[in-house]
């Protein structure tokens, strides 16, 4: 079983970015999803979630309105689409699986990580 993150890069502020999440070797359309991201030094934060059909989401505060969570379970691919980055937002990114059907902003509900890709905001 992995989740595979991509799409990371460098970016300008101000700019956009969409990354991408698949997942092989099973299925997760029964499972909610979440994008967490680290930055050196400090623990990984919770980015977004959604529950396993993406109709219901959640954001944290600093990324409300500017970031985007979806997911096409026909693809088994998770997304978020980023806007109006700021240099705030340089981190490694991480997708993750949860346990249950329902999304969360607390990492030891997932059980399922994706190895991190690296988004750098210039200013």
């Known amino acids: 079983v992995q989740l595979q993150a991509c799409g990371g890069g460098l970016v300008q502020a101000g700019g956009s970015l969409r990354l991408s999440c698949v997942a092989s070797?099973?299925?997760?359309?029964?499972?909610?999803m979440g994008w967490f991201r680290r930055t050196p030094g400090k623990e990984r934060d919770f980015v977004a979630s959604?529950?396993?059909?993406?109709?219901?989401?959640f954001y944290a505060d600093s990324v409300q309105d500017r970031f985007t969570i979806s997911r096409d379970n026909a693809k088994n691919t998770m997304y978020l689409q980023m806007s109006n980055l700021t240099p705030e937002d340089t981190a490694v990114y991480y997708c993750?699986?949860?346990?249950?059907?329902?999304?969360?902003?607390?990492?030891?509900?997932?059980?399922?990580w994706g190895q991190g890709t690296q988004v750098t905001v210039s200013s």
């Open positions: 993750a699986a949860a346990r249950f059907a329902w999304g969360s902003s607390t990492t030891s509900d997932y059980v399922y």
């Open positions: 070797g099973r299925t997760f359309s029964n499972n909610g």
């Open positions: 959604a529950n396993w059909n993406g109709g219901a989401t």
